[in-house]
C-alpha cells in the first residue's frame, strides 16, 4: 500500500487529470466542430476554437432529418428493456437464492454459461424464431431478445444472498406468501442492486447496434445507434452534421450516469462484482 504522502498525493492528482482530459479531449472536438461552418471542419491546422460560430447543424439534424423519431424509438425501447429486465430477472434470482429445489444449482449455472456464449452465434436463430412470429420490423422483436440477462440474474442474486433469513422467516409467520416475500420485503431491500442492474440494462439497449440493425427494416424503426451509423454513411463528408448528431444522442446516456451514479457505484459494490 502506498503512503498518503504529499507527493502521492500530487501524483495521484496528476494521474486522474491525465485520465479526465483523455475523455474531456474528444467530447470538446466533438462540440467544437457541431459549431463550425462544414467549410472550417476541414482546415489545417486544426482549429479548436470555431472562428464562427454557427447552430445550423443542430437545426438540421433536429428538424430535416429523423433524429428525434430515432431517439423515440431508443427510449420506448430501453425503458422497456428496463422494466421487464428488473421483474424477469428479479424473480429469478429470488428463486435461485432462496427457494430450494432439485437442481436450482444446475439451472444457476447453465445461466452462468450463457454469458460466453458470443452474441453473433444467437443472431441467426433468433431472427428465424422472430421473422417466424411476423414480428420483423417491430418493437418487439428489437426488445423481446433482452428481457432477461444472465448478469442481472448473478448481480441480484449475490445480492439476495446477503439479505438475513430473519426478514423471510419473519414475513411467513405473520402469514406472507412467497410472492408477497418477494414483492413486500425482498425488492425494497435491493434497490441499490436495481439500480445498478436498471443502468447496466439502459445503456445495453441504448447502445446496442447489431441486432436492431437487422430486425428493423425501415428508417422509422431505427434505434439511434442505426440511425447515426445510416446517417454517417449518407452524409460522409459533412463531419459537423454528424458531430451534432452524436453529441445529442450522448447526452441521455451521459445524464442517466450523473443521476444514478451513486446507485451505480453502490449497487455494483454491494453485489459480489466489485474488484
Known amino acids: 500500500m502506498l503512503k498518503k504522502t504529499p507527493l502521492t498525493r500530487y501524483l495521484l492528482v496528476f494521474l486522474l487529470t491525465v485520465v479526465a482530459a483523455l475523455w474531456i479531449v474528444p467530447l470538446f472536438w466533438m462540440l467544437s466542430t457541431s459549431l463550425k461552418n462544414e467549410t472550417d471542419t476541414t482546415n489545417i491546422p486544426l482549429q479548436w476554437i470555431p472562428p464562427k460560430i454557427t447552430f445550423e447543424n443542430y437545426e438540421y439534424i433536429l428538424f430535416k432529418s429523423l433524429l428525434i423519431r430515432w431517439l423515440l424509438n431508443s427510449f420506448i425501447i430501453s425503458s422497456t428493456v428496463v422494466c421487464f429486465d428488473l421483474f424477469i430477472n428479479s424473480m429469478a434470482a429470488f428463486s435461485l437464492s432462496r427457494l430450494k429445489f432439485p437442481g436450482r444449482d444446475i439451472i444457476f449455472s447453465i445461466i452462468l454459461a450463457t454469458l460466453m456464449v458470443p452474441q453473433q452465434v444467437t443472431i441467426v436463430p433468433l431472427y428465424l424464431m422472430v ?19 444472465a448478469l442481472g440474474v448473478f448481480m441480484l442474486r449475490q445480492f439476495f444472498l446477503q439479505i438475513p433469513k430473519e426478514y423471510e422467516e419473519a414475513a411467513e409467520i405473520e402469514g406472507a406468501g412467497r410472492f408477497l416475500i418477494y414483492w413486500r420485503i425482498m425488492m425494497p431491500l435491493t434497490i441499490p442492486a436495481l439500480s445498478a442492474l ?28 442505426v440511425g447515426l ?44 462484482l466489485k474488484g
Open 229 to 272: 451509423a445510416n446517417f454517417s454513411g449518407t452524409y460522409q463528408f459533412e463531419y459537423a452534421k454528424s458531430m451534432s448528431a452524436a453529441l445529442i444522442a450522448s447526452l441521455p446516456v451521459i445524464l442517466v450516469f450523473l443521476f444514478f451514479q451513486r446507485q451505480f457505484i453502490q449497487g455494483v459494490a454491494m453485489t459480489g
Open 131 to 149: 421473422n417466424k412470429m411476423g414480428l420483423v420490423g417491430t418493437y418487439p422483436a428489437i426488445i423481446i431478445p433482452r428481457v432477461a440477462m
Open 198 to 225: 436498471a443502468i447496466f440494462a439502459f445503456l445495453g439497449a441504448w447502445n446496442d447496434f447489431m441486432w436492431p440493425l437487422i430486425v428493423a427494416n425501415t428508417p422509422e424503426m431505427f434505434t439511434l445507434p
